[in-house]
């Protein structure tokens, strides 16, 4: 097209060709992109496709995408982008803390929170053997901020067992050991099923370190899940911990992003350590705009999620008698822990054969193995009441072929 000879001599010849050239270009992208959409469309129509191996598999809502091409931006390092000031600020008001600090992830406002906590080369943290920073976070701690880490053990409720971390208190001024610094508390806790621990734990846990001088890290990156089911205000959740992580793309559905919260002085210790790490941002109201709608809109929307979860669980249960299995105790959130091992047939491949079949034999089910015969599924805004008959209905006929 650029060498196409043009109709028309004289010095404005290569303008119009290239102005030509242009509107062509820009006919065959329109056309290819609608082709592609339409394609897409056309999939989806084919088969529906319920995605509960989590809750951040979720695709940004209409006014997410609006808003994060309307987003009004600046330069965060310089603390000059409105659009996260004011996703900062909205999270430290709902929180009852003083400032907060926007980051890509959960994993990263957890190592900041506890390299903030743990300012010396031999201090220590406590966690839980089965919390998300003990299985999932690669002991970024220990790999990054060189912290040494002590485990105590997860009760089957997510709490702590207090008696063996008072036990592990290392608060000594002998130069042989190390010193805690910070306990960490996880809520709900994701390994454990979404369990979600009570303000009287936090009360107890308060009185365990009561002049010890250890602070609190809360893990809540499903923190409004947790106050949602015990519908108490989000600040009550966080009210006895010193700093807090939340996440916005787990059951709020934003596409990214995490806050770190606390007091004024601890936040800006951990700005500091922020660009240390690489979670200096610049332009970002693009993302942080989706996590104003998530804190503004989308917590409301988390009661229909744990509803859903329960039904899922209930249906899961009333197949005892065909090898599935499930403790409806458990199912305090938007997380579902079931068991396949009566089936005989392992978790990965149960998981495998809710994927496969024709149109005709329901949908694509996605959900986690998470053992041997252990699977998890976690409901999120996008699944639909219907959504989990259908679910119920593909199990029932995976179990069916499986006879």
Do not use: W
Request: aromatic fraction near 4%; charged fraction near 25%.
């Amino acid at each position: 097209l650029s060498t196409m000879p043009i109709p028309c001599p004289g010095p404005y010849s290569a303008i119009l060709a290239r102005n030509l050239f242009g509107s062509i270009r820009r006919c065959i992208y329109q056309r290819v992109g609608n082709l592609i959409d339409s394609s897409c469309k056309n999939m989806d129509a084919a088969r529906k496709v319920i995605d509960m191996r989590s809750d951040t598999v979720t695709k940004p809502t209409d006014e997410m995408r609006r808003a994060m091409l309307e987003a009004v931006v600046g330069d965060d390092v310089y603390g000059e982008d409105p659009t996260v000031n004011a996703l900062e600020a909205k999270a430290a008001e709902i929180l009852g803390k003083e400032a907060a600090v926007f980051v890509p992830t959960g994993t990263m406002s957890n190592l900041l929170a506890i390299m903030t906590h743990c300012r010396h080369r031999g201090d220590e943290v406590i966690i839980g053997d089965l919390s998300h920073i003990s299985l999932f976070e690669q002991g970024a701690c220990s790999q990054l901020g060189g912290v040494s880490v002590r485990m105590v053990r997860n009760l089957p409720n997510g709490t702590l067992d207090l008696e063996e971390l008072k036990s592990k208190l290392m608060l000594t001024k002998d130069s042989h050991f190390t010193t805690t610094r910070v306990v960490c508390v996880e809520n709900t806790h994701n390994f454990l099923g979404g369990r979600v621990v009570r303000p009287e734990f936090m009360d107890r846990l308060v009185e365990s370190l009561r002049d010890t001088g250890v602070k609190i890290h809360l893990d809540g990156a499903r923190l409004f899940n947790a106050a949602t089911a015990l519908s108490v205000p989000p600040k009550k959740v966080a009210e006895r911990a010193d700093s807090v992580n939340i996440c916005l793309s787990k059951g709020l559905g934003a596409p990214i992003g995490s806050l770190l919260v606390g007091s004024r002085d601890f936040i800006g210790l951990a700005r500091h350590t922020r660009k240390a790490v690489g979670g200096g941002m610049r332009q970002v109201g693009v993302i942080a705009a989706p996590g104003l709608i998530a804190l503004e809109k989308m917590t409301g929307m988390l009661s229909a999620d744990h509803e859903n979860a329960t039904e899922l669980a209930k249906g899961l249960f009333a197949m005892a008698d065909r090898g599935v299995s499930v403790d409806m105790e458990t199912v305090e959130s938007n997380v579902v822990n079931f068991s396949v091992k009566g089936t005989g047939i392992t978790a990965m491949d149960f998981a495998a054969k809710l994927m496969e079949g024709e149109e005709e034999e329901g949908p694509v089910v996605k959900v986690g193995p998470k053992g041997d015969y252990t699977m998890r599924a976690v409901v999120h805004h996008q699944v639909s009441r219907e959504d989990i008959r259908l679910s119920l209905e593909k199990v029932s006929r995976v179990l069916e072929s499986c006879q």
